[in-house]
């Protein structure tokens, strides 16, 4: 059975850093992308990035490159999303979800994990 | 950049209603679209891909058509487990994977 397990909810204060992780298992963790997906208060979905852990190839969307850092651990099969300086408005659901080479779909979903950040 | 439309953002109807959301791109995309259900306090979950495949497991009430830039996700008898909001998803523009903004739908 495929499953993407994702780290416990965190609680930090503007300026903190934070990694937050998701593992797979149940499937062939180097061969397929897995991507971060963001979902603010009461809003929608919003793609943060993808990776490869197969090679660690990294691809950001517009809107997170520069604010985010995903990276990959392919021994333990983890994939994790940092903030090196957290923000208020960081604050949000993330979830990590599964993607097949063809980068077409999000067919498996983390349980997602909560990150609060306020003074 | 492409953008993702989806209307209305939210609606209410009865159980056994044909609901109807439309999503629409900002340019072309093929059949570059997929369909998420999202219940209140849950992960996403795929409903359809490539426009108007259904993923296994998905209820056949639950269908999606549509190619270019106009699509449409249609459940044809709203059961009251369909409470949830539904996203647009593309892919026409890897590794851009922009959502639409979403809809709730409720019970009326």
């Known amino acids: 059975e495929v499953q993407l397990v994702q780290s416990g909810a965190e609680v930090k204060k503007p300026g903190e850093s934070l990694k937050i992780s998701c593992k797979g298992s149940?499937?062939?963790?180097?061969?397929?992308?897995i991507g971060w997906v963001r979902q603010m208060p009461g809003k929608g979905l919003e793609w943060m990035g993808i990776i490869y852990p197969g090679d660690s190839d990294t691809r950001y969307s517009p809107s997170f490159q520069g604010q985010v850092t995903i990276s990959a651990d392919k021994s333990i099969s983890t994939a994790y999303l940092q903030w090196s300086s957290l923000k208020a408005s960081d604050t949000a659901m993330y979830y990590c979800?599964?993607?097949?080479?063809?980068?077409?779909?999000?067919?498996?979903w983390g349980q997602g994990t909560l990150v609060t950040v306020s003074s | 950049d492409i953008q993702m439309t989806q209307s209305p953002s939210s609606l209410s109807a009865s159980v056994g209603d044909r609901v109807t959301i439309t999503c629409q791109a900002s340019q072309d995309i093929s059949n570059y679209l997929n369909w998420y259900q999202q219940k209140p306090g849950k992960a996403p979950k795929l409903l359809i891909y490539d426009a108007s495949n259904l993923e296994t497991g998905v209820p056949s009430r639950f269908s999606g058509s549509g190619s270019g830039t106009d699509f449409t996700f249609t459940i044809s008898s709203l059961q009251p487990e369909d409470i949830a909001t539904y996203y647009c998803q593309q892919y026409d523009n890897l590794p851009t994977l922009g959502f639409g903004g979403g809809t709730k739908v409720e019970i009326k």
């Open positions: 979800a599964r993607l097949p080479m063809s980068l077409d779909y999000f067919d498996y």
């Open positions: 149940g499937y062939s963790f180097t061969s397929y992308w």
